[in-house]
């Protein structure tokens, strides 16, 4: 019973900070009447188990915000939206694309980290090594060193300015975890939208050219968008925009 205990908080701990869901599911051993299982704990261990799977169903609920907000996904999905609307493309190429590259885009930016979390806190747990708060400490550490290397200082001192907290705040390990999420999605938003800007630069300049052209032929109710858009998709052929687009995010979390 302990062994299962301490398998199911490890899957537990693969959700909530690796984001890869991985709780196991025992089947009962004898069959029970419909509605049978619905009864009061009668022990401390049963209330005990009952709060675990009910933390369990807590942090399931969360994982996909997880997913999102403590990665390299939200800079990546960002800049590739920026992409498809500096080109004028509005459904190429298709939102489920866009969503599965930047998912493993974030899952090769996270691997590292993964394999840290993996080695030094669940393994450890599963083989009863260290306890589940332990695990949870040393599955933190990982995360919050790549989280502090994406965040600006400005946006960490903003937050830890209205955080008001009684200690003073002296090392990188004094900052809360719930002060350095939102400082780090602040940071990754500029950071994207920096990118996206750049981006935005050689597509604006071909349509500027490409309207002044109609303009001066006197084709004004011919729409330049219609005219520019092969342009722009070749000027992006021939660069190879993807290489560069991915290479220049891969490098930005470096």
């Known amino acids: 019973m302990k062994k299962n205990i301490r398998f199911f908080w490890g899957s537990l701990l693969m959700v909530g900070i690796i984001f890869v869901p991985a709780i196991a599911f025992a089947e009962p051993e004898t069959q029970v009447p419909y509605f049978d299982f619905i009864r009061t704990a009668n022990t401390a261990e049963e209330t005990a188990l009952t709060l675990e799977i009910l933390a369990a169903l807590t942090i399931l609920s969360l994982a996909p915000s997880i997913l999102i907000m403590m990665t390299s996904f939200i800079r990546v999905s960002i800049v590739l939206s920026f992409v498809r609307n500096s080109l004028g493309l509005q459904q190429v190429p298709p939102s489920q694309v866009l969503i599965g590259l930047s998912l493993f885009i974030t899952y090769f930016v996270m691997a590292p980290v993964f394999a840290d979390i993996n080695g030094n806190a669940l393994q450890p747990y599963l083989r009863e090594e260290i306890s589940f708060q332990e695990a949870l400490d040393r599955a933190q550490e990982p995360l919050r060193d790549f989280m502090f290397r994406q965040t600006r200082e400005k946006d960490l001192a903003l937050f830890l300015h209205y955080a008001k907290m009684q ?84 490098s930005s979390f470096h």
């Open 167 to 250: 200690d003073q705040v002296e090392t990188l390990e004094d900052v809360p975890t719930y002060v350095l999420i939102p400082a780090f999605i602040i940071s990754e938003l500029k950071t994207a939208f920096q990118m996206g800007f750049m981006i935005f630069i050689p597509f604006l300049v071909i349509d500027m050219v490409v309207a002044s052209t109609l303009m001066s032929m006197g084709m004004l109710m011919l729409p330049p968008v219609m005219i520019s858009l092969p342009f722009k998709i070749l000027l992006f052929v021939m660069v190879d925009g993807w290489n560069l687009v991915i290479g220049s995010l891969l």
